[in-house]
């Protein structure tokens, strides 16, 4: 039987990868996360063109390789990358939502957000 893999673009900071990931596995059943790290990605993605197609190139590589159809892209509390209030962050997660959707990935997509106790809520979610 083959392993399943889900993908998540999430920040650097090593205190949120183990929450989203353990998250991930239990809301996908995924075996493996694929995952794309940046600085603060909910910021990243609405920048520039060319750093949301370095994130696009990753995914792809997860999506078309490990056959991912699971995605998620996560902000936090406290991030050192993108140092703004939580409602900045729902913000760029419903503009980066956007910008996942017009890519049409074919994936599932999941905007999370990691508390100050390191719980992860979902935020939104669209089917591209």
């Not at 075996?31 to 995914?59: F, H, K, N, W």
Request: net charge negative.
């Amino acid at each position: 039987m083959a392993s399943k893999f889900a993908t998540v673009i999430n920040c650097m900071d090593g205190r949120v990868q183990d929450p989203v990931n353990s998250w991930m596995k239990d809301r996908t059943g995924a075996d493996y996360i694929d995952v794309i790290t940046e600085a603060g990605p909910d910021r990243i993605m609405g920048s520039t063109a060319t750093a949301s197609r370095l994130i696009l190139q990753r995914i792809l590589v997860s999506r078309d390789t490990h056959h991912s159809t699971e995605l998620a892209l996560v902000a936090h509390h406290d991030c050192a990358g993108n140092p703004v209030s939580k409602e900045k962050h729902l913000k760029q997660l419903h503009r980066s939502a956007k910008i996942l959707e017009t890519w049409d990935l074919g994936m599932h997509i999941m905007m999370l957000w990691v508390d100050k106790h390191w719980n992860v809520e979902l935020i939104e979610e669209i089917t591209s």
